[in-house]
C-alpha cells in the first residue's frame, strides 16, 4: 500500500534551519505532484508548499515565502523541506501530501495520500 513517511522534525530555536524529508512507498513517485502541510495546536491544517511530478514548478505559501525551499529527488522517492529562519509560528506538525499529477495539490487538503507528520517545535 501507499505510504508516506516524514522524518527530520524536532526542537530547535528560533533563526534556526531544519531539513524534513518524505519517503514515498507503494506508489510511482513521478506519477505524483507533492505538497507539504502543517497544523499547529487549535488550529486549521494550513498548505506550505508544494512541487510538481518533475520539480519544474513549485508554489509556497505567503508565510513561508523566502524561508522554506521544497524540492524533490525522483531517484530516491523522496520529497524534502528546507526550512531556514525558523519562527515560534512555524511550530507544528508537518505532514507531506500526494496528488496525481493530472491536477495540482490541492490547498484545502483533498489530495490522494498522506503522511503521519512530523513534529517540528521552534523555541523563542
Not at 506508489?27 to 491544517?45: D, V
Not at 508565510?63 to 528546507?82: M, P, Q, Y
Request: aromatic share 10%.
Amino acid at each position: 500500500q501507499v505510504q508516506l513517511v516524514e522524518s527530520g522534525g524536532g526542537l530547535v530555536q528560533a533563526g534556526g534551519s531544519l531539513r524534513l524529508s518524505c519517503a514515498a512507498s507503494g506508489l510511482i513517485f513521478t506519477f505524483y505532484n507533492m505538497g507539504w502541510f502543517r497544523q499547529a495546536p487549535g488550529k486549521e491544517r494550513e498548505f506550505v508548499a508544494a512541487i510538481t511530478w518533475n520539480g519544474t514548478t513549485t508554489d509556497y505559501a505567503d508565510s513561508v515565502k523566502g524561508r522554506f525551499t521544497i524540492s524533490r529527488d525522483n531517484a530516491k522517492n523522496t520529497v524534502f523541506l528546507h526550512m531556514n529562519s525558523l519562527k515560534p509560528e512555524d511550530t507544528a506538525v508537518y505532514s507531506c501530501a500526494a496528488q496525481f499529477r493530472s491536477i495540482p495539490v490541492s490547498k484545502s487538503g483533498q489530495n490522494n495520500h498522506w503522511g503521519q507528520g512530523t513534529q517540528v517545535t521552534v523555541s523563542s
